[in-house]
């Protein structure tokens, strides 16, 4: 069992930056791939990002590629995701997840936990 708890969500400026935090109990959390979600009112959840159980491999949305970055540390069974550049159209509310397979994340398959959500507001 793996319970995923996010944080670091809030307001900033445009051009500003967030890091987001989910930290994990349970000791497999290393062997997890985990991505980072998120959901716009009116608009359909978006996978954001998502990274491997090593850690190494990544992939990302088209819309956040050169300004998001998706790290995990399995010493502290915690997945990051950096948030730069922000722009107004990143406001949402922000989801981690955690699968035993990254092509899961990648080919829609149904995953094994979620967190609670963390929001995120961009001012102009």
């Known amino acids: 069992q793996v319970q995923l708890v996010e944080s670091g969500g809030g307001l900033v400026q445009a051009g500003g930056s967030l890091r987001l935090s989910c930290a994990a109990s349970?000791?497999?959390?290393?062997?997890?791939?985990m991505g980072w979600f998120r959901q716009a009112p009116g608009k359909e959840r978006e996978l954001v990002g998502v990274?491997?159980?090593?850690?190494?491999?990544?992939s990302y949305a088209d819309s956040v590629k050169g300004r998001f970055r998706i790290s995990k540390d399995n010493a502290k069974n915690t997945v990051y995701l950096q948030m730069n550049s922000l722009k107004p159209e990143d406001t949402a509310v922000y989801y981690c997840a955690a699968a035993r397979s990254y092509r899961d994340f990648l080919e829609g398959y149904e995953l094994d936990y979620w967190g609670q959500g963390t929001q995120v507001t961009v001012s102009s």
């Open positions: 349970g000791r497999t959390f290393s062997t997890y791939a």
């Open positions: 990274i491997d159980w090593t850690g190494v491999s990544t």
